[in-house]
């Protein structure tokens, strides 16, 4: 369904491949971010119109600024309403108490593990209490994905080829992404652990 709606742009590929079109991507793709819609098709879309290095280029920026916007809304405008629809909600209380603890580290790793979708963290990162500038330098876990997708979109060469790529598996790139993924993830889960053990415990002491 994804793969179709990327095939419905390919009309608009030569107007991205313009100086203008190269600089409207950005926000584009930030809109892209905002709207909680999956990254990868739009990357290798990205790789396939502007090459591996000057669309991975974009793609960063773009995905930044969405999820820094992402980040702030929630930090603002949406968090009452956000913080009453949680309340009650047991995981999304241990991820934000597992961030408060390890704040830098833990987004750096969600953002490099496959398991946790990059739009939704922006959310949920804004209800924690981890700061704005640990928040957006941990965007720096994107790179990797970002690269190894753009590079894919660009080896595909063109949008009807992009499931055909990624059916393949995606040749050692991709492997070496899901074996970094399977560590960042591993090492969340561990985090994740220790902040809701640690938050029994003080529910434990406060109790007695």
């Known amino acids: 369904m994804m793969l179709d709606l990327i095939s419905r742009l390919d009309y608009l590929v030569p107007f991205f491949q313009s100086p203008i079109g190269a600089l409207l991507f950005v926000p584009f793709y930030a809109l892209w971010v905002i709207c909680l819609l999956p ?12 090459g591996t290095w000057y669309g991975s280029l974009l793609v960063f920026v773009g995905a930044s600024i969405g999820a820094e916007i992402a980040f702030l809304l929630c930090r603002t405008f949406v968090r009452p309403w956000l913080e009453k629809r949680f309340e009650k909600n047991q ?15 833990l987004v750096l790793l969600t953002r490099l593990s496959p398991v946790f979708p990059f739009s939704l963290l922006n959310f949920a990162y804004g209800l924690s209490q981890v700061s704005f500038r640990n928040y957006s330098i941990g965007l720096l876990g994107i790179l990797p994905g970002t690269i190894i997708f753009c590079e894919l979109g660009s080896f595909a060469g063109e949008i009807a080829r992009f499931g055909e790529v990624i059916e393949k598996g995606g040749g050692f790139q991709v492997t070496f992404l899901r074996f970094v993924g399977g560590l960042a993830t591993i090492t969340i889960v561990w985090i994740f652990a220790f902040a809701i053990k640690r938050s029994i415990q003080v529910s434990s002491d406060s109790i007695t």
Not at 39 to 50: E, N, P
Not at 91 to 105: D, T, W
């Open 91 to 105: 995981k999304i209380n241990a991820i934000q108490e597992a961030v408060n603890l390890q704040g830098f580290k």
């Open 39 to 50: 990254g990868v098709w739009i990357s290798m879309l990205a790789g396939a119109i502007y």
